[in-house]
């Protein structure tokens, strides 16, 4: 790809905290935010403790760092302008998992797990992000009943959390059983039932151009 | 008991002994959750110490290995064995959604757990892939049962909606977790099902 090739000619190297934020990414993905250690994010980028100390005050503003990244990393997956309606459903569907992907999928499963203590310090995070998850897949079921792409008796909040949850799982399965995990096809299947509708041949459109994550030191 | 028994006292690898930490632990860790509660508590709640319960139980990943499958076993319990099949075992699958609504802390180790046992590097990772496999194969047959006696609907997918259907349990957990109040894992999983068949569910 041209475009891309350009830019990378002209990307600065990646600074210091970007370098933080990607190990930082490869610790809490295998160790999870409270088995990680700032230790380890040091010495995989070669700097002491105070060193990271100076970028992230804390585990807590590190793991934030991360996730932020990661979160617009996937709203960036999705396209600009942000899709709406059944488009939304059928890029979230269609969204490419694939092993390079571990980490993030890793890091996803574990932080979700972990957060879901309602004393844990990111508590506050893992509830927000679901509960916007939820209510922006929601909104999008709603936007395509009343575009006549869905019948009207669907029930968006629950087929929303549907969505959500069953994304949640698979990722799980995904992890545990790679070469037997089929996510697009059972989210597809799962939601065309669910919705009684067909939600496969416009996704071929919405997938023309995809782009894969990138790691914060390949900017 | 014995006076052999009694030198061999906490070290005595009796199944007996294995049971009473296995139920100390669910109580523990169902009070405290995953990371407060402690190999010490559990020592403590048993009477032996530390080094008796590692003797036992090698770390704090192989008890709570234990506390899941004991928790298997009272979803075993629940669903009835043998196990009933095709769409009777669809509904005892809902059935134990709606009893671990109350019991949200093992609903959380559940959840921490089985996370943290999908890393490669896992020294239990064997454990979580064989459950989850035969998970997936026990359900799959729950579908080809009802597909057979005409219970499904002519273009389900056995293997798919088997692996739908755990990971919606899953997925939904963490919801409910976080949202106990709005989340009613049985409804949403009914709401899944009842679609796919031909029978009330």
């Known amino acids: 790809m041209t475009t891309r090739r350009r830019r990378d000619e002209y990307t600065p190297p990646p600074t210091r905290r970007q370098q ?66 059944l488009d939304l459903i059928r890029r979230l569907v269609a969204r490419p998992v694939t092993p390079p992907a571990r980490e993030l999928v890793q890091l996803h499963v574990k932080v979700s797990a972990e957060g879901v203590s309602v004393d844990h310090p990111i508590h506050g995070y893992v509830f927000e992000r679901h509960a ?41 399965q995904w992890l545990l059983h790679p070469d037997e995990a089929d996510i697009e096809g059972d989210l597809r299947r799962c939601l065309e039932s669910l919705l009684a509708a067909d939600l496969q041949a416009p996704a071929r459109r919405a997938l023309a151009a995809p782009r894969h994550g990138r790691k914060p030191t390949e900017r | 008991m014995t006076t052999a028994a009694k030198t061999r006292g906490e070290y005595a690898k009796t199944p007996e002994r294995r049971q009473q930490i296995v139920d100390a632990a669910v109580e523990v860790f169902s009070a405290a959750g995953y990371r407060k509660g402690s190999l010490r ?42 196990f ?73 997918d056995c293997a798919s909606a088997a692996r739908t259907l755990l990971a919606l349990m899953d997925g939904l957990q963490i919801q409910w977790l976080l949202n106990r109040d709005q989340v009613d894992m049985a409804a949403d999983l009914r709401r899944y099902l009842q679609p796919l068949l031909t029978v009330e569910l």
Not at chain 1, 132 to 145: K, L, N
Not at chain 2, 58 to 75: G, Q
């Open chain 2, 84 to 156: 009933p099949e095709g769409v009777d075992l669809l509904r005892a699958l809902v059935k134990v959604a709606e009893y671990n609504a109350s019991t949200p802390e093992l609903v959380e180790l559940h959840v921490i757990v089985t996370a943290e046992g999908t890393s490669e590097d896992h020294p239990r990772r064997d454990y979580f892939v064989a459950r989850s496999a035969w998970l997936i194969g026990l359900v799959r047959q729950a579908f080809e049962r009802a597909a057979a006696e005409g219970q499904l609907r002519a273009e389900v």
């Open chain 1, 132 to 172: 916007s998850a939820i209510r922006t897949v929601s909104q999008a079921f709603e936007r395509a009943v009343a575009d006549g792409e869905l019948r009207n008796d669907v029930d968006c909040a629950a087929a929303a959390r549907t969505l959500i949850a069953l994304m949640d799982g698979l990722q799980v």
């Open chain 1, 20 to 85: 933080i934020v990607s190990a930082g990414l490869a610790v809490f993905s295998s160790s999870g935010f409270h088995g990680g250690s700032l230790r380890d994010v040091a010495e995989r980028v070669g700097m002491s403790q105070a060193g990271l100390l100076h970028h992230f005050p804390s585990k807590k503003h590190l793991l934030q760092a991360v996730l932020t990244w990661r979160d617009d990393e996937a709203r960036r997956q999705l396209g600009e302008p942000f899709p709406d309606g």
């Open chain 2, 41 to 82: 508590d559990v020592a403590d709640k048993v009477g032996i110490s530390q080094a008796g319960l590692l003797h036992h139980f090698p770390s704090k990943e192989h008890l709570l290995e234990a506390v899941l499958s004991w928790r298997d076993d009272t979803a075993r319990r629940l669903i009835g064995e043998p």
